[in-house]
């Protein structure tokens, strides 16, 4: 928009946010925004002349005698009509704002504002791709705009207009090339959003010069690719105290448990020693230990690998500890490494450009065009968006260099083959335990130090990882969908292509012929499995030992092989076709439909090739070198209608598996991990790590003082879960302790049923509409929920989750200061997983109880108290309201989670309430 526009950037609060006029406006905020700067504000309060609710109350801090003087929306009606006549309207959100306040101005009797408008909204979400949240609080907070008072609608009118100067200015700091894409983009945003684009295209000279550390690529801008180059700094590593101390003076702490740490790890990797297995307990500074020492063998020669869990704590690493350690050694040359699939695939992506698509998509799509003149990864996670499911993810999203196009103008540019080219060339590569048991074998030739941070993950990755599935009646759907897509009679058909010479009768037969040999003989081998196996047994999964699967395998060898045939021959035929169609839609000499018909068959063959993959597993040489190391299992739900049948295959555990495909890969392996190991988990720790039984275990002492920061409550009387007033016990004793105790609260649970059971009990008790109350599996995923309660302004929000929210979540200080856990967390004993794992410990003659369920019960309670206390400034209480930790023999094995210094009491539980305000308010 033009610089001399007027701007009226507007906030209201509401009584509610329902658009059907049964809402009044009690607060009206409005800040003018001219030549770049605020010249005037105004704000008013306004009677509803009806009760707030007290979750209104609540969220804006207005009382009900705030309103009581103020004036009626009808007695300010006509100032606000006036103030607003000639401007731009502004809002974050306009589409509640505008609407809103056009509905309370027709009830007045004034005619409906006819304003151009602006959302702050969808701008920010694409002039500011990489940004966690959108919300204006967040948004406030990440660019520094003083926030007073957050839902005041003055406060936030304020900050509106701030953040409009912002993302005007950066609108026009854009290159010109990249704005005239943007600009065909803009007509999908809302009100007159995309006139911004335009306005900020048209004063752009037409002879700019692109800058030289960005490129264009068949129309798209691009950052240009930079690799780090040059000699390495041959540094020797400080031996004494002393030297530390003098390299660490204002850079990090001298703290004496981290420095025997980074010197442990110096001395094992000079040693002949193959294995440093170390416990670090939370706050020791273990990220910075372990780089310290590493830092300086990788700038001696030694290439050093480090895998850590996720993908977050992979940018945390790069991020925030690699600045630290370059502070303290100098330059590394450092490079992150993901899934093919959390990159962006440039052609597929320019291709999707050219595609109809809804508002949303265009949105994204303009989002990350901004993106691709900033990034230098093209990962797709610095976007932070949640909806990456759906099916223009998978369309962009990177498959992997085999399927590259060498012929395309964006292949010297791709991202993954930029990951790679850096590969070679780093010091550290830094990446995620999934990528790492996905690619060990790349690896291989490197002579690499291996750094396992959080090395216990591995146990439950290294089970997923090999648990694959083939789902019988997915297969089925996306062969019938592929027919259906290439035999259209509604609209385009491949009939079609073949009559414009884009492919010839005989490859579109192949085609079809190969897909219908799947699609007739895969309902045949999934009515031989229910026939073969469900009519002799109950239950939805049934076990197959590898004898049996191998005799059903036999019986129908021909079936099996001919769909694997057809599929090795689909693959061939449908890569050549892409091929073809990436060519042609290149030299534009396709129309928009048949673009469309093969954009979205392509979509259902990358879907279909996913589901048939697993096709080899049913390969007999494959089934027979099995023996007795994985396991294999039917699923499928009797009770419904149309329920799919599936195989699943999967591995017991990672014993007899990390150490031969894993740790032989590299030369020297570093395994460290939070303190899960005790008397009773060690054996099976080193069992699942796939360790040596006799190795050292190195132990650090805790920089936390337990005894002040933290309290252990276990409720003595707490129901069992058998007994009928067990949910009502959680209920109310949950209520209880949340309404004497406000603070930023996470209750685990054992399943996602009784998050369920337990939050509608707290509905119930109107708890909800105080507290701002978190429920997983309803509202939201499990990334949703991290998110929102991270971000939780309020400091009293409520937590409900279950397993995933056991460990992996760093909240310090007053973000998480109440831990309750409702029950020891056993894993189910009649899941069949766990069935056939205790069947072959009784077998071995060991008790399944004591060398599993316990062991892992007690390192999944160590990990949730591990949640409360992640910094030297915090306090927080631990509740556990499960009376076996008293009432029975095994609970004394659960004392080991706790630090020995840390206060521990068994009480009744309306002591446990009494205990935990006392304790917050001492």
């Not at 999967?650 to 990390?658: C, I, P, Q, R, S």
Request: neutral net charge; proline residues 3%; glycine residues 4%.
């Amino acid at each position: 928009m033009k610089a001399s526009n007027t701007y009226a950037v507007v906030d209201l609060e509401t009584t509610g946010t329902n658009l059907d006029g049964s809402q009044r406006i009690i607060q009206f905020a409005c800040v003018l925004v001219e030549d770049g700067q605020i010249v005037n504000q105004f704000s008013t309060l306004i009677n509803p002349l009806r009760p707030l609710s007290p979750e209104v109350e609540k969220l804006t801090g207005l009382k009900q005698k705030d309103l009581k003087k103020a004036p009626s929306f009808d007695e300010v009606a006509a100032s606000i009509y006036a103030l607003l006549q000639g401007t731009i309207f502004v809002a974050h959100n306009i589409q509640f704002d505008y609407r809103f306040l056009n509905l309370e101005l027709e009830r007045v009797g004034y005619p409906a504002l006819e304003l151009k408008g602006i959302d702050t909204v969808q701008l920010a979400q694409i002039l500011l791709p990489t940004q966690l949240s959108y919300r204006l609080g967040d948004l406030g907070k990440a660019l520094k705009i003083e926030h007073d008072h957050p839902h005041h609608a003055d406060s936030d009118a304020y900050v509106t207009a701030k953040l409009l100067l912002l993302l005007l200015a950066k609108l026009r700091e854009l290159p010109r090339d990249l704005l005239v894409t943007l600009n065909k983009l803009a007509g999908e945003l809302v009100y007159d959003t995309g006139a911004c684009f335009k306005e900020a295209l048209a004063q752009k000279d037409e002879t700019e010069i692109l800058d030289a550390d960005l490129l264009q690529v068949a129309g798209i801008i691009l950052k240009r690719p930079h690799f780090e180059s040059g000699a390495k700094l041959t540094m020797t590593y400080p031996l004494t105290e002393q030297e530390k101390r003098q390299q660490f003076t204002e850079i990090i702490d001298y703290r004496s448990e981290q420095v025997r740490l980074m010197d442990d790890i110096e001395e094992f990797s000079h040693s002949k020693a193959r294995y440093f297995l170390a416990q670090a307990p939370t706050g020791l500074g273990k990220t910075l230990a372990y780089l310290y020492p590493a830092a300086y063998l990788a700038l001696g020669g030694q290439k050093v690998v480090l895998a850590v869990p996720t993908n977050t704590l992979q940018e945390q690493v790069l991020t925030t500890s690699i600045p630290i350690i370059e502070q303290l050694v100098g330059k590394l040359r450092v490079v992150t490494l993901k899934g093919s699939q959390n990159y962006l695939n440039l052609e597929k992506f320019w291709q999707s450009l050219r595609q109809a698509q809804g508002k949303y998509t265009r949105i994204v799509q303009m989002k990350i065009l901004v993106w691709l003149s900033q990034t230098e990864t093209g990962d797709l996670t610095e976007l932070h968006l949640l909806k990456t499911k759906d099916s223009f993810f998978e369309q962009i999203s990177h498959q992997g260099i085999e399927g590259l196009d060498k012929t395309s103008p964006f292949y010297q540019v791709d991202f993954v083959r930029r990951q790679e080219v850096a590969t070679k060339n780093a010091d550290i590569v830094i990446t995620n335990q999934s990528y790492l048991l996905n690619h060990a074998s790349d690896f291989a030739s490197l002579g690499a130090l291996l750094i396992l941070d959080e090395a216990q993950h591995l146990i439950d990755l290294a089970a997923s990882y090999n648990r694959q599935v083939l789902d019988l009646d997915a297969i089925k759907i996306l062969a019938d969908s592929l027919l259906v897509k290439m035999e259209s009679q509604v609209s385009l058909s491949f009939e079609q292509l073949v009559a414009t010479g884009f492919m010839t009768r005989y490859s579109y037969q192949q085609i079809k012929h190969y897909t219908q040999v799947i699609d007739h003989s895969v309902m045949d081998v999934r009515s031989r499995l229910i026939q073969y196996f469900y009519r002799k047994e109950a239950g939805n999964e049934i076990y197959l030992s590898n004898n049996k699967l191998r005799g059903f395998v036999k019986a129908h060898l021909g079936e099996i092989k001919q769909i694997g045939f057809a599929f090795e021959k689909l693959l061939n035929l449908n890569s050549k076709l892409e091929g073809k169609f990436i060519q042609a839609s290149r030299k534009q000499a396709l129309t928009q439909e048949e673009e469309g018909l093969l954009l979205d068959y392509f979509t259902l063959v990358t879907s279909f090739n996913k589901e048939l993959s697993q096709w080899s597993q049913l390969d007999l040489e494959l089934i027979e070198t099995k023996q007795n190391k994985g396991i294999t299992w039917l699923s499928l739900n009797r009770s419904q209608a149309n329920a799919h049948l599936r195989l699943n295959f999967g591995l017991l555990e990672g014993k007899d598996y990390l150490a031969t495909n894993i740790y032989q890969k590299f030369a020297k392996v570093i395994l460290l991990g939070a303190s899960v190991l005790t008397p009773k988990t060690k054996s099976y720790v080193l069992n699942q790590l796939d360790l040596p039984a006799d190795l050292k275990i190195h132990t650090y002492k805790s920089q936390f003082n337990y005894r002040k920061q933290a309290q252990v409550l276990v409720a003595r009387d707490a129901p069992t879960v058998d007994q009928l007033e067990y949910s009502q016990y959680l209920v109310q004793t949950i209520n209880q302790i949340v309404t004497e105790s406000p603070r930023q609260t996470m209750v685990l649970f054992n399943s996602l049923e009784m998050v369920a059971k337990i939050y509608q009990g707290l509905v119930e008790l109107g708890l909800t509409a105080k507290r701002d109350v978190l429920a997983q599996g309803i509202n939201g995923g499990v990334n949703k929920l991290k998110k929102r309660f991270a971000l939780s302004q309020t400091k009293d929000s409520i937590l409900l989750a279950t397993g995933s929210f056991f460990e992996g979540i760093d909240l310090p200080e007053d973000k998480l200061e109440l831990v309750i856990v409702t029950r020891l967390p056993f894993t189910p004993p009649d899941s069949l997983y766990n069935q056939v794992r205790y069947q072959r410990l009784k077998a071995a003659g060991k008790n399944p109880f004591s060398v599993l369920a316990l062991p892992e019960a007690i390192i999944k309670l160590k990990q949730a108290f591990g949640r409360l206390i992640r910094t030297k400034n915090d306090r927080g209480v631990f509740v556990l309201l499960d009376s076996r930790f008293v009432t029975k023999r095994y609970g004394s094995e659960f004392n080991q989670v706790f630090p020995k210094e840390c206060s521990l009491q068994a009480v009744l539980t309306k002591q446990v309430v009494k205990e935990v305000k006392d304790f917050f308010e001492s």
